[in-house]
């Protein structure tokens, strides 16, 4: 079975652009969550998307949005980049019932803000 | 609001040695209990969980973690280490909610000399 896909996995922006990722997750899968991972602030959750809806929001702005089809992948945006939105952004999928809450992890977009 | 406490950014440990990294979390409610691993340029790979039952929860490749409630803690130990061991580990939770969100630690870097 192929694990999460994440593209592009590498993109470089300038400030002010505004960049969308893709997530591709397990299939069967129906929950996808992203997170951002900075040296300076490590791992943080943005959002949480389950059959199509968010579920659940981390402390971002509102600049950071996102959305999942009803093929289960996922897209998130980011608009008016900052140097700060310089991370590695990381999708993860998981299978439902929540009985495991086992998350699985893409490779990651590396995003550089110039 | 809920936290985890990795105590060592970096453990040096010489090949074949034991190894413990540490880690704390903050909660007065259950919790879903986490180790993941990161090697360079990849993305998060699930070593162990604890959801209930045994404390004592072991994982892939020779790793085992201890669920203390008292001292809120959840280590993660290995007997004998391999070069290929080197790598970010991180400690996360989820909390006892309906949520997928995993709250992560900052992370210790294992690296293991020959």
């Given amino acids: 079975k192929a694990g999460v896909t994440q593209t592009p996995r590498y993109l470089i922006k300038t400030r002010g652009q505004q960049v969308t990722l893709s997530c591709s ?8 969550s992203w997170y951002q991972q900075t040296p300076g602030q ?3 959750f943005l959002f949480e998307y389950f059959s199509e809806t968010q579920r659940n929001k981390g402390n971002f702005p509102g600049r950071f949005s996102g959305r999942q089809f009803s093929n289960s992948r996922s897209e998130m945006n980011v608009s008016t980049l900052e140097l700060g939105d310089s991370a590695l952004y990381l999708c993860a999928s998981s299978l439902e019932p929540q009985s495991s809450y086992e998350q699985y992890f893409g490779p990651g977009t590396r995003l550089t803000v110039t | 609001a809920q936290s985890v406490t990795q105590l060592d ?3 040096p440990v010489f090949e074949e040695a034991p190894v413990e990294l540490r880690c704390n979390y903050s909660s007065s409610v259950s919790v879903y209990l986490f180790w993941y691993v990161q090697y360079p340029n ?17 994982g892939i490749n020779g790793f085992e973690a201890e669920f203390n409630k ?3 803690s959840f280590h993660l130990r290995k007997p004998s280490v391999h070069i290929s061991d080197t790598a970010e580990y991180f400690c996360a939770v989820i909390p006892g909610d309906s949520s997928y969100k995993l709250i992560f630690g900052s992370g210790t870097r ?5």
């Fill in chain 2, 42 to 58: 990849q993305g998060l790979q699930l070593l162990l969980k604890y959801l209930s039952g045994s404390t004592l929860v072991k």
């Fill in chain 1, 42 to 44: 490590g791992l943080q």
């Fill in chain 2, 70 to 72: 008292s001292q809120t």
């Fill in chain 1, 25 to 32: 997750p397990i299939s069967g899968h129906r929950s996808v």
């Fill in chain 2, 9 to 11: 950014s970096q453990v």
């Fill in chain 2, 110 to 114: 294992l690296l293991v000399r020959p």
